[in-house]
């Protein structure tokens, strides 16, 4: 059944410092946007530190970090554990997003910091420090600007997944537990996601027919539409056929 999207723990911009609507250890499919953020300025200055300094293991052991964050949670990600227990609890709360996007940037990171670490093994240095300084680059302009390439990345291959997979060609009104018999408009949201909850908001303000799917009670749509990331806002026809549209 399509539900509403629950306000019971929406996050706000109001929450102040220790105050969370997500916790960082259990709620592992959003995380708050500024974790990435410090994870990016640690990644991107260490990695230029590593050119500077002319000691390229520290790129080496950076990829050992992201691997270990990645295969064992965010508690043994180092970055984020000072984001979340230091940082956090004394500057409060930023906004909760997909946690996706964020972990396939740093997959991406892994991939070219490793293959730099390689790269140096074989004597070719040039190739080495050209890897290690995109990483620096791309994780020091997402920590400054909240551009995350990586993260673009991903967006768009879920939309073209999306448009272009067939999963999201059409949706069956029985999934919706509503007659499909004019035009609506399903918004695939997350009851933590900070711009789930903006997009929402704009949609109703337009005064679009709304309904909200909960990917968290239902897992099971988002699989089978293949929805990669919230917020997903979709327009159904009465004849069930879907087409994507932006979530901005």
Sequence with gaps: ?????DRSRAPTETRGPGQRSADPYRDLDVIDSHAPRANQATIGTLA???????WWPLLAILAVQLFVGLRFGRRFCLPCLAYFELIQPRLGEGPIEDSRPPRFANQVGLVVLTAASVAHLLRLESIGWGFGLL???LALLAAVT????GCELYKLASRL???YGGTLQTIDSADLDIDLDEPLTVLFTHPLCTDCHQVERKLRQRGTRLVGVDVKERPDLARKYGISVVPTVVSVEPDGSATLLPST
């Design 135 to 137: 990483v620096s680059a």
């Design 146 to 149: 909240g551009f995350c390439v």
């Design 161 to 163: 997944r999306g448009s």
């Design 48 to 54: 230029l530190l590593a050119f500077l300094i002319d």
């Design 1 to 5: 059944m399509a539900t509403r999207p």
